[in-house]
């Protein structure tokens, strides 16, 4: 049964948090102010909060009005506690000078979600939001949103360490300028993300002390003792994340060029694994479909109506780059920033070699109306060879001939010649082949291994490259 000394509490207990969490720095833009105090009343075997109205300002002066959040809480097992909230459905925004500049509204909502106070944290949530916009008084702007829906369900698989999914999704985005001129659709975009063994505890500390890196001049003594400070609490906070974006139905209008800009799908990732290992993993992936200008360009038909592309680093050594980002931070200190970044350049290339960290193109694909090309390929660092990596790489061009052909008309711009001039170079050392569907393809299979020699398509490129004789020495020019 809720009682009022509990009730009182949690009252205190808020107000601090409040106090931690909102109270500015001196070189903040956004502050944040309240009006009175926080009211929970005990109701059965819940307690209702009132947090009171607040506002938050940026630097700028703009300013947004946030009415009373109702807050319904529930205590359950393990010093969890059940949230339901309702934000207010009207919240307005004023410019520097308090005139009433635009209105945001929520159509319906509903958010539920497990708080963890030991953890000071939401475990999970789920809610949804109806009929959102923001409209501009003036009629000069307007944002609809048809439906934010946020999903996050973490579970303890460790004394103090969480792991699961979370996700963010919204439904036919829009934005309109003056006069009602649609400047941006989407259909949907989904943000889907995951975490592996992080410990909330440290997540919330540096989240309190988090902001000094973005405002802060890493040349004085405090700003380099905040910075420490900070990579510390970063170091062993999680052992993996990952991050999905897909977006379609994508249209944009640039109404002072008359540009339309389409792409149906769109999606990018981001993976990093094995952090509280010895050797870390660092994935990156991007695609999109259906991408068309209009007007069309002039080099119209090589756009790339798709590309499809993962790329990852595998074998980062960990302990030594965390040992190296503090370092650079002190040598900052000691020698100043260009000593630094030269002596951190060469130090983390170092450990990447000791490492024998790989970098992977294990796709690329590149889709145009008139050229097709796709590559795979990798290498490991190597401070003896010549291109301080050794590795291989295979790329197919279907195409070539098409591309000189469009590039080679008339009044063509600086940019568009110099690849012409790469595309006639990609002509002449492409090796002649057949695709899986029996089309003219040239083929570019580049090697690069230990002894030192580059071969492109078995022909040894050593002269070409300036380099000569068994491992490649540089060539002495007199």
Same mark, same amino acid.
């Given at each position: ?10 009252? !205190? ?5 409040? $106090? ?19 009211? +929970? ?146 259909? #949907? ?18 989240? !309190? ?22 990579? #510390? ?36 990732? @981001?993976? +990093? ?24 360009? $002039? ?23 965390? #040992? ?6 002190? @040598? ?86 110099? +690849? ?18 029996? #089309?003219? +393809? ?37």
């Amino acid at each position: 049964m809720a009682t009022p000394e509990q009730a009182a509490d949690i009252a !205190r207990v808020i107000e601090l948090r409040m $106090s931690e969490w909102f109270t500015p720095e001196d070189d903040e833009d956004a502050v944040v102010e309240w009006y009175g105090p926080v009211k +929970v009343d005990p109701e059965g075997e819940r307690y209702v909060i009132h947090l009171p109205p607040s506002s938050v300002q940026d630097g700028s002066g703009t300013r947004i009005e946030i009415g009373t959040i109702r807050l319904d809480v529930e205590p359950i097992a393990d010093g969890a506690y059940k949230v339901a909230a309702l934000l207010p459905a009207d919240i307005p925004m004023f410019g520097d000078d308090d005139s009433h500049m635009a209105d945001l509204t929520i159509g319906a909502q509903r958010f539920e979600g497990v708080w963890s106070a030991a953890m000071e944290n939401f475990l999970s949530v789920d809610a949804d939001f109806r009929s959102l916009a923001i409209r501009s008084l003036d009629d000069s702007a307007r944002v609809d949103l048809d439906a934010l829906i946020v999903r996050q369900n973490l579970e303890q698989n460790s004394p103090g360490r969480f792991s699961g999914p979370s996700s963010l999704g919204f439904e036919k985005l829009t934005l309109k300028g003056p006069g009602g001129t649609l400047l941006l659709k989407m259909d #949907r975009l989904d943000l889907a993300s995951a975490v592996e063994s992080i410990d909330l505890a440290q997540q919330g500390r540096l989240s !309190r002390e988090f902001g000094a890196l973005a405002s802060t001049d890493i040349d004085s003594t405090e700003s380099a003792a905040e910075i420490k400070r900070q990579f #510390r609490l970063l170091y062993d906070l999680l052992g993996g994340l990952s991050i999905d974006l897909k977006a379609d139905g994508i249209t944009a209008h640039d109404p002072d060029s008359g540009t339309d800009v389409a792409i149906a799908d769109l999606s990018t990732s @981001m993976s +990093v694994s094995g952090l509280r290992d010895g050797r870390s993993r660092i994935g990156l992936g991007y695609r999109h479909t259906g991408f068309s200008l209009a007007p069309d360009p $002039s080099i119209g038909e090589l756009m790339p109506t798709e590309v499809d592309a993962f790329v990852q680093v595998t074998g980062l050594p960990n302990d030594g780059l965390w #040992r190296a980002l503090i370092d650079y931070v002190n @040598m900052v200190q000691k020698s100043g920033k260009r000593v630094a970044d030269k002596q951190a350049g060469a130090k983390v290339f170092d450990l990447l070699a000791k490492a024998g960290s790989r970098f992977e193109v294990s796709k690329f694909r590149f889709l145009s109306e008139k050229v097709e090309s796709s590559l795979e390929g990798s290498a490991v660092l190597d401070a003896k060879a010549p291109f301080s990596s050794t590795g291989e790489a295979r790329a197919v061009i279907r195409g070539v001939e098409n591309a000189i052909k469009t590039l080679g008309a008339e009044n063509r711009t600086a940019e568009e010649q110099q +690849v012409l001039a790469l595309a006639s170079m990609f002509q002449v050392l492409g090796q002649i082949g057949k695709d899986e569907a029996g #089309r003219d +393809v040239r083929i570019y299979d580049l090697r690069f291994p230990p002894d030192g020699s580059v071969t492109l398509n078995g022909a040894d490129m050593g002269a070409l490259l300036g380099l000569q004789g068994t491992g490649n020495a540089p060539v002495k020019r007199k």
